[in-house]
């Protein structure tokens, strides 16, 4: 497969690799046995649920932080609360101030985690998009340095180091031939799709999008040939719930995004509880989201297609699993 042209390159997914080498976790893969959750093929996890602050976020906070130049004021951001921990906590360590916007659905356990790393937490509007143009409004008083939660070259750079490490990791296991990967904003599927899509050698790893379907931001834009607004809802509306895809991540997923499936809430929540129940692993729904087009049937792999999954969240309350 030729190189795509691309804002994000693979050696800026290199780069961000070693920028961020010792402020970010390798997390493990784990490999499931033969007929886990009723599918046959192989399976392969990549638990980012362990990740610092409880995401892969983390990753593009880092990258961004020590790409750019942070300001007395410190940084700002907009968050449906993964992003924000992942800036709040970044900042944080790296010493800076740090003010987040979340908006009114944002999961109380996400908001208590960005004042537990210190930010000043601002929750406000219905959705993503007005906690975001608030965002923006208190950034033109102060000067603070925004970091986007999905359009941004540094955070989809950062982003992107997970399918190097997932690749990397999975080569003593075989490899694999297919990935799931959730999908809100875009961020961590444009990074991913940079780094697969960019290479000129290397096994081509199928791709797919899986979206909530009552957040099917990719779907639409697929769909109408560029990004568009999207009415959002549902379960992982938290976490997956932006209105549009991100421009820079846009050209990236036509390239190499094989196939974008919408899986209902039922599903979602099918998927964080087999996680639970079979595995002692709490998964928010947006983390959950990826996996549950395997075990649902939506996505049906091919005899001996080897699948990896990406677990990319797990701020979730514990109770709600019990």
């Not at 219905?126 to 906690?131: K, M, S």
């Not at 939660?149 to 989809?156: G, H, P, R, T």
């Not at 009552?214 to 040939?225: D, K, N, Q, Y």
């Given at each position: 497969m030729p190189a795509i042209a691309s804002p994000v390159r693979v050696h800026e997914i290199e780069a961000a690799a070693a920028r961020i080498a010792g402020h970010v976790r390798e997390t493990p893969l784990l490999a499931l046995e033969s007929g886990a959750f009723g599918v046959e093929s192989p399976i392969v996890l990549k638990l980012e649920s362990l990740q610092h602050s409880g995401s892969f976020k983390a990753r593009g906070a880092f990258?961004?932080?020590?790409?750019?130049?942070?300001p007395e004021a410190g940084v700002i951001a907009a968050s449906g609360g993964n992003h924000g921990a992942a800036v709040a906590y970044a900042a944080g360590r790296l010493g800076h101030r740090a003010e987040i916007f979340v908006p009114e659905i944002s999961a109380p356990v996400k908001v208590q985690r960005l004042r537990d790393y210190g930010a000043i937490v601002h929750q406000t509007?219905?959705?993503?998009?007005?906690?975001l143009a608030a965002s923006r409004l208190r950034q033109a008083e102060t000067g603070a340095l925004t970091i986007h939660?999905?359009?941004?070259?540094?955070?989809?750079a950062g982003q992107g180091t997970?399918?190097?490490?997932?690749?990397?990791?999975?080569?003593?296991?075989?490899?694999?031939?297919?990935?799931?990967?959730?999908?809100?904003?875009?961020?961590?599927?444009?990074?991913?799709?940079?780094?697969?899509?960019?290479?000129?050698?290397?096994?081509?790893?199928?791709?797919?999008a899986v979206e909530?379907?009552?957040?099917?931001?990719?779907?639409?834009?697929?769909?109408?040939?560029?990004?568009?607004?999207?009415?959002?809802?549902?379960?992982?509306a938290d976490s997956l719930g932006a209105s549009r895809v991100g421009n820079?991540?846009?050209?990236?997923?036509?390239?190499?995004?094989?196939?974008?499936?919408?899986?209902?809430?039922?599903?979602?929540?099918?998927?964080?509880?087999?996680?639970?129940?079979?595995?002692?692993?709490?998964?928010?729904?947006?983390?959950?989201?990826?996996?549950?087009?395997?075990i649902s049937g939506i996505y049906r792999p091919a005899k001996g297609e080897r699948v990896g999954v990406l677990l990319c969240g797990g701020n979730v309350d514990p109770s709600t699993l019990i």
């Open positions: 990258n961004s932080l020590l790409s750019l130049e942070v509007g219905a959705n993503y998009g007005l906690a939660a999905y359009d941004q070259a540094e955070v989809l997970v399918a190097r490490e997932f690749e990397r990791q999975a080569m003593p296991l075989g490899g694999i031939d297919t990935l799931l990967v959730a999908v809100g904003g875009g961020g961590l599927i444009g990074g991913i799709a940079a780094w697969c899509g960019g290479r000129m050698n290397g096994p081509r790893i199928r791709l797919i909530p379907e009552r957040c099917p931001t990719l779907h639409a834009a697929f769909a109408a040939g560029e990004p568009v607004d999207v009415a959002i809802g549902g379960l992982a820079l991540m846009f050209p990236i997923a036509q390239r190499a995004v094989d196939e974008v499936l919408l899986v209902p809430d039922a599903a979602i929540r099918a998927a964080q509880m087999a996680l639970w129940n079979n595995l002692r692993l709490a998964a928010e729904p947006g983390g959950a989201t990826a996996l549950s087009a395997l």
